[in-house]
């Protein structure tokens, strides 16, 4: 069964510091989703990770996947108040029985002044 | 349409109402997929459907909850005789099967159970 871990699970921060997050999994997989949710709205799609080494930036957000390490890491750069939000991970379990993918339990970014 | 659409957005009922929640996925999107988020909870999977079928409903949290799809389109999520820990942000998502799984997300069902 995939289970899929992200650490850590509240980030507060101050503006521009620099931070990781990472997710975990546990079996093979080499597709990984980011999404951002804003507090009482649904999921935006951030980033979408199809083999292993992807790397994609937008802004102050760079996502990577190596998929050996079974290890996607999110890492924030000169935080912004803006980039308050949740932050969940999702991994492909190809066609599992939960369907193609299982969530992290997401992690809540707090970023301060 | 364009996104995954979810009616209604917002849903006040007494306890012991039955209620029902529609999705309607992006189309030739033959995932869709129900989650239940808690306020300030993380995501609560209930069900998965790959066309018409479920392959596990375990995820339903007690028989009060089902769910059907029909013509590989429109679902619904029904719950019978509603308590107040049904209180939820009910979101559907919906993915191609294929290289890039990615899902997404309507703007979620809020239900309320008075």
């Known amino acids: 069964e995939l289970k899929v871990e992200q650490n850590p699970l509240f980030l507060s921060m ?13 079996t093979t997989s080499d597709r990984l989703y980011w999404y951002r949710q804003d507090p009482g709205k649904s999921l935006e799609s951030l980033f979408v990770l199809l083999s292993n080494g ?8 760079m996502a990577s996947l190596d998929t050996k390490a079974r290890l996607s890491t999110l890492h924030i750069t000169a935080a912004v108040h803006d980039l308050s939000a949740t932050y969940f991970c999702a991994v492909d379990n190809y066609g599992g029985s939960q369907g193609n993918l299982i969530f992290g339990k997401g992690t809540k970014l707090s970023v301060k002044p | 349409g364009a996104g995954v659409s979810q009616s209604p957005s917002n849903k ?13 996925p ?7 997929y129900w989650y ?5 909870q993380g995501l609560e999977f209930l069900i998965y459907f790959q066309g018409n079928s479920a392959p596990d409903k375990s995820g339903l949290p007690s028989d009060r909850f089902s769910a059907e799809r029909t013509g590989g ?10 308590q107040q820990e ?14 890039n799984t990615e899902a997404f997300f309507g703007q979620g069902t809020r239900l309320t159970v008075v």
């Open chain 1, 54 to 61: 992807a790397v994609k930036q937008e802004g102050r957000l």
């Open chain 2, 36 to 40: 239940r988020q808690s306020l300030g």
């Open chain 2, 26 to 32: 992006i189309s030739g999107h033959t995932a869709l």
């Open chain 2, 12 to 24: 006040v009922t007494e306890k012991g109402k039955d209620v029902e929640l529609r999705c309607d």
């Open chain 2, 73 to 82: 389109s429109v679902s619904t999520l029904t719950i019978q005789r509603t």
């Open chain 2, 86 to 99: 049904d209180s939820a942000v009910y979101l559907c998502a919906s993915s191609q099967v294929g290289t």
């Open chain 1, 14 to 26: 101050q503006e521009g510091k620099n931070y990781t997050i990472y997710c975990n999994y546990s």
